[in-house]
């Protein structure tokens, strides 16, 4: 079946630091990739998306672009912020479907 | 504003007893789903539902059930059976458009006593 594999963390950076959380899957055909982040408490928040190759998802300074040939959709933010630190999810759902399959999860905390 | 509502945020069972999570939106979704959520470990999908009264079983549902009986509400209920349900569930509602992203609540974390 269809899945999800992220970057294993804890990941802990200093403020104003280079992200990058990696991301790959295995589906048969091209399905639609989400990245979600979870604030501590709370439920998952989407923080972008991408539903073709060579899209790129964007928000809030986060980009990450669907690549066919690598069959990988990496988060990256050129300057994180302490606000940044909440677990972050890669998910995709397969065309013709809604169900989604997501990756377990990278945490990630920003020092100061 | 429109979102989902879950209730309660915590929630306590004893041994042998069955309990009820809530789940409410008003974003005039068709689809709801409800997700389980362990320390460490992505979301596992329970069950979910695309229409009012139907519904389907996601890759964990043993131990659990649901109903569909108006299109805000998908009530989940945690069986005696379910051998381990301490976790924190998650409700989430989309679109039935192809593509369209969940939307989620805040979740209701399950303790046994």
């Known amino acids: 079946g269809d899945s999800v594999t992220q970057m294993e963390g804890p990941v802990t950076l200093s403020e104003e630091a280079f992200l990058t959380i990696n991301c790959t899957y295995t589906?048969?055909?091209?399905?639609?990739l989400f990245w979600y982040v979870q604030y501590p408490g709370e439920g998952l928040q989407l923080l972008l998306k991408?539903?073709?190759?060579?899209d790129k998802g964007s928000n809030k300074g986060f980009e990450a672009t669907y690549r066919k040939e690598t069959t990988s959709f990496h988060l990256e933010k050129g300057s994180v912020q302490v606000s940044d630190s909440a677990v972050y999810f890669c998910?995709?759902?397969?065309?013709?479907?809604?169900?989604?399959?997501f990756g377990q999860g990278t945490r990630l905390t920003i020092n100061p | 504003d429109g979102g989902i509502t879950q209730s309660p945020k915590y929630l306590f069972r004893k041994e042998g007893q069955n309990v009820t999570l809530s789940c409410e939106q008003n974003?005039?979704?068709?689809?709801m789903y409800w997700y389980r959520q362990d320390p460490g470990q992505g979301l596992r999908l329970i069950y979910y539902?695309?229409?009012?009264?139907?519904?389907q079983k996601g890759d964990i549902a043993e131990g659990y059930s649901v109903s569909r009986e108006k299109k805000e509400s998908f009530p989940l209920t945690v069986t005696s059976a379910q051998k381990n349900p301490t976790a924190f569930y998650l409700c989430?509602?989309?679109?039935?458009?192809?593509?369209?992203?969940?939307?989620f609540g805040d979740g209701t974390r399950l303790s046994i006593l």
């Open positions: 539902s695309q229409i009012v009264n139907d519904f």
């Open positions: 998910a995709l759902s397969e065309k013709g479907a809604q169900k989604l399959v």
């Open positions: 991408a539903t073709k190759a060579d």
């Open positions: 989430a509602s989309s679109d039935r458009a192809l593509n369209q992203p969940q939307h």
């Open positions: 589906a048969t055909g091209y399905p639609s």
């Open positions: 974003l005039n979704h068709d689809a």
